[in-house]
């Protein structure tokens, strides 16, 4: 099992509130653009809800906490492109985030989920699924990125 300790949203939601208390401090570079942040948004949960769909489709666990019970591995769809959609969708969502928020520096909080994600989430999750599921995983993991 996985000890995970902070389940991914609640990292989202920490950088999210770090950045906006980084706009609200700091005052570097202003690029507010409510288009791109709502875009941004939009395309984020679409991604991250294609994750779920996906995960639903082949009725294997969402549970980041859970990942042994993992029951298939998903690597069609939206998992042909990123192997964390559901990840990249906070990203992009965070990116959003930063535009909504109009401080340049705020974009370092997205690079600090993703660092953060990888080791702490990604890179673990994939020890599990490889023991799981073995060479398949090892191919899908060659042919297709971890977030892009």
Known sequence: MMKLKIPPVVVFALFALLMWVV??????????SLYLAVACL????????????AFRRARTTLNPHRVENS???VASGIYAFTRN???????????????????????????????YITYFQI????QVLKAKFGKSFDEYCHRTRRWL
């Open 123 to 126: 890179r673990p999750e994939e």
């Open 42 to 53: 939009m395309v984020g949960v679409c991604v991250a809800f294609a994750g779920v769909v």
């Open 85 to 115: 959609p559901m990840y990249l969708g906070l990203a992009i969502m965070l990116v959003g985030w930063a535009f909504w928020q109009g401080e340049l520096l705020t974009l370092l909080g997205v690079v600090g989920f993703m660092v």
């Open 71 to 73: 029951t298939a591995l």
């Open 23 to 32: 706009a609200r401090h700091v005052s570097f570079i202003d690029f507010r």
